[in-house]
């Protein structure tokens, strides 16, 4: 069984960095597609970013050219880089490993003046 295990969030201004990250454990990490979805207050939970084994990225368009979604398999741990934040950005973020049906906690990214 896998266990996620995000950090890396906090309170930014407009226009700042964060940089997330996700250890997994639990399963041979290199094996699977991994991702990282968002939820902000009162909606669903939705796919931000995934990278697929051969460390391929791919982004949703509201993230397109601000977010980075990268990977180190023997670190077992996927990283989201996250500039030029706005607003919109304000979520809780987590990781998932795609095959699984496991959520970690979660890591808190506000984006505020």
């Known amino acids: 069984q896998v266990q996620l295990r995000e950090s890396g969030g906090g309170l930014v201004q407009p226009g700042g960095s964060l940089r997330l990250s996700c250890v997994a454990s639990?399963?041979?990490?290199?094996?699977?597609?991994v991702g990282w979805y968002r939820q902000a207050p009162g909606k669903q939970r939705d796919m931000v970013a995934t990278?697929?084994?051969?460390?391929?990225?791919d982004y949703v368009d509201a993230v397109k050219g601000r977010f980075t979604i990268s990977r180190d398999n023997a670190k077992n741990t996927v990283y989201l880089q996250m500039d030029s934040l706005i607003p919109d950005d304000t979520a809780v973020y987590y990781c998932k490993v795609f095959g699984f049906d496991t959520w970690g906690q979660g890591t808190q990214v506000t984006v505020s003046s």
């Open positions: 990278i697929s084994r051969l460390s391929t990225p």
């Open positions: 639990g399963i041979v990490f290199k094996s699977y597609v």
